[in-house]
T-cell receptor, first 113, second 114 residues
Framework: KAGVTQTPRYLIKTRGQQVTLSCSPI?????VSWYQQTPGQGLQFLFE???????NKGNFPGRFSGRQFSNSRSEMNVSTLELGDSALYLC????????????FGNGTRLTVT | DQQVKQNSPSLSVQEGRISILNCDYT??????FLWYKKYPAEGPTFLIS???IKDKNEDGRFTVFLNKSAKHLSLHIVPSQPGDSAVYFC?????????????WGLGTSLAVNP
């Protein structure tokens, strides 16, 4: 079974630009979650989508948004990039049941200059 | 404010010995705990979990212990192997209807020396 695929692996953007990251979950998984990882803050939850609906949301500004398609693939968008948005963005999929383990992709490393 | 704390940023053990990774939490409503392992340039992978109705869960070389009164859990790896060298994250969640989300610790980097 193919794992969670995130594209691109690396991205360099400048302040003020916007960026879209993509995540393909494991086949059959209907839940996709997004996390931001930075050295000082660890993994911070962004949001979770389940069956094309946002089911849960973390404490990030509205510049961070996402969506999920009917095939469970998900995209995350960050608008008006700031230097502090430089991080590893991780996507995780699961079957969506309570406490079902998350399966992570290898992440997208975003650098904002 | 960190609700899940891993107070040891790093740990070094000899191959064959026991590795003990610790995690403390502050929210008494957390009822499910997980450990993930992360290698460089890869996403975290699920290792083991425990529900608050238990105090121990074992899976091969990995055992997680939960002490609810102390709000403390630990991961024991016996025997430790060089391939176990990775960053280990503790995560916790509480039952809020359908709105579960994981709160993560900052991780402990484990080095197992041959």
């Amino acid at each position: 079974k193919a794992g969670v695929t995130q594209t691109p692996r690396y991205l360099i953007k400048t302040r003020g630009q916007q960026v879209t990251l993509s995540c393909s979950p494991i086949s059959g998984h209907r839940s996709v979650s997004w996390y931001q990882q930075t050295p000082g803050q660890g993994l911070q939850f962004l949001f979770e989508y389940f069956s094309e609906t946002q089911r849960n949301k973390g404490n990030f500004p509205g510049r961070f948004s996402g969506r999920q398609f009917s095939n469970s693939r998900s995209e995350m968008n960050v608008s008006t990039l700031e230097l502090g948005d430089s991080a590893l963005y991780l996507c995780a999929s699961s079957v969506g049941r309570i406490n079902s383990p998350l399966h992570f992709g290898n992440g997208t490393r975003l650098t904002v200059t | 404010d960190q609700q899940v704390k891993q107070n040891s940023p790093s740990l070094s053990v000899q191959e064959g010995r026991i590795s003990i990774l610790n995690c403390d939490y502050t929210n008494s409503m957390f009822d499910y705990f997980l450990w993930y392992k992360k290698y460089p340039a890869e996403g975290p992978t699920f290792l083991i979990s425990i529900s608050s109705i238990k105090d121990k869960n074992e899976d091969g070389r990995f055992t997680v212990f939960l002490n609810k009164s102390a709000k403390h859990l630990s991961l024991h790896i016996v025997p430790s192997q060089p391939g176990d060298s990775a960053v280990y994250f503790c995560a916790a969640s509480e039952d809020a209807g359908n709105n579960r989300k994981l709160i993560w610790g900052l991780g402990t980097s484990l080095a197992v020396n041959p």
